[in-house]
């Protein structure tokens, strides 16, 4: 049995997984934005292991179906996504306990 090389780094499949990622990155930052965590980076490690959690189910899923394959190039540009939206996770959480100036609000 041989193993299949992935060449596909780019394209529009590509796009989509970091607009996937992103959506999924910021769905779950905005959704713990209310809960007060230490660091803002905390809720940004969450959003990036969860949206990253799904991008690899999905490529565990895709490499069952006939005629796919475990794509590294996906997972990469996944990576992409989830950092885009972890950021957007730390910036909600962020603002939404702190001040314009920056300080804590209790």
């Not at 905390?42 to 990036?48: L, P, S, V």
């Not at 189910?57 to 006939?66: L, N, S, Y």
Request: with cysteine.
């Amino acid at each position: 049995m041989t193993k299949k090389i992935c060449n596909d780094k780019s394209g529009s499949d590509k796009m989509l997984h970091v607009f996937c990622e992103f959506v999924i990155g910021a769905l779950v930052g905005v959704s713990i934005s209310f809960v007060h965590f230490p660091s803002a980076f905390i809720a940004a490690a969450i959003a990036f292991a969860v949206a990253f959690a799904f991008g690899i189910w999905k490529e565990i899923k895709d490499r069952k179906q006939k005629g796919n394959h475990f794509c590294i190039w996906d997972l990469a540009w996944d990576v992409v996504g989830c950092l885009a939206g972890s950021l957007l996770a730390f910036l909600t959480n962020y603002c939404t306990w702190h001040d314009i100036a920056g300080n804590l609000i209790e």
